[in-house]
């Protein structure tokens, strides 16, 4: 008689805790990068928000206003900025680790492949502002 | 022959949400959702802003500035819930509601923007 053999054969697993990654720095600081997304969506809604607000004209204009200086909306969007800038850290100092350059048989340091990534954001945040703000 | 994946698409339009994030996003939020409501720079008149909106430079912006960050977040918040929950097994749930999420709000966004005044 034909025997079946499961495989892979079903083994001992050590289950994980859910928390796994409160025990180590490491791996909270893995977990609060990947929270950043929450905050990068809601950003996306309230850029949604003063869409609308502008094309509804000055009163619902005002009225986004008044919505943005509520204490928790404020309490928010300075967690946002703080995860958001986590974001913006991890994402620039990943980018030597994506793209490992070699030049003359070396490999260039990780800092002239992330340093332009700063550059860059200082520029662009300065020309928004410019635009911004110009009047 | 093999159906092919869509994971190449989803990370790169991830890592494309991930640039524009990591760039733009700081700067708006600082000055629109805390500078400017806040009184701690002296916010532009509504007209003005109106009129940044309007042009058709300002609303490609717009656009990038709003879809590409929703990509971003659906595949990132995706594997968060895989590996921060365990829920693996979920993962028709998962996708349906992160990357459902990420177009009804492409859709959502392009209709603001085209109904701009």
């Known amino acids: ?135 | 022959m093999a159906k092919r994946s869509n994971e190449p698409l989803l990370w790169v339009l991830f890592s494309a949400g991930g640039v524009v994030a990591a760039l733009l996003i700081p700067v708006n939020l600082f000055l629109f959702f805390l500078a400017f409501p806040l009184g701690w720079i002296d916010a532009p008149t509504y007209e003005t802003l109106l009129s940044l909106i309007q042009h058709p430079l300002g609303k490609l912006y717009l656009l990038v500035l709003c879809t590409l960050p929703l990509f971003h977040w659906a595949h990132r918040f995706r594997y968060t819930l895989y590996d921060g929950l365990q829920i693996k097994h979920l993962d028709e749930l998962v996708n349906t509601f992160c990357y459902g999420g990420a177009i009804v709000g492409t859709a959502v966004a392009a209709y603001l923007i085209w109904r701009i005044p």
Request: hydrophobic fraction near 55%.
């Open chain 1, 1 to 135: 008689m034909a025997t079946y053999t499961e495989y892979p054969p079903r083994g001992y697993r050590v289950r994980m805790s859910t928390y796994w990654w409160l025990g180590k720095w490491p791996y909270l600081k893995f977990i609060l990068r990947e929270l950043s997304s929450i905050f990068v969506a809601w950003f996306v809604v309230e850029t949604l928000m003063l869409i609308k607000a502008l094309s509804d004209g000055l009163l619902a204009y005002a009225e986004f206003q008044q919505f943005l200086q509520n204490p928790i909306v404020v309490a928010l969007n300075v967690i946002s900025l703080c995860f958001i800038v986590f974001h913006t850290i991890t994402w620039f100092n990943l980018a030597p680790k994506a793209m490992a350059v070699r030049m003359g048989g070396k490999r260039v340091p990780d800092v002239l492949i992330a340093g332009p990534n700063y550059v860059a954001w200082v520029v662009v945040s300065a020309a928004v502002a410019w635009l911004v703000l110009r009047g």
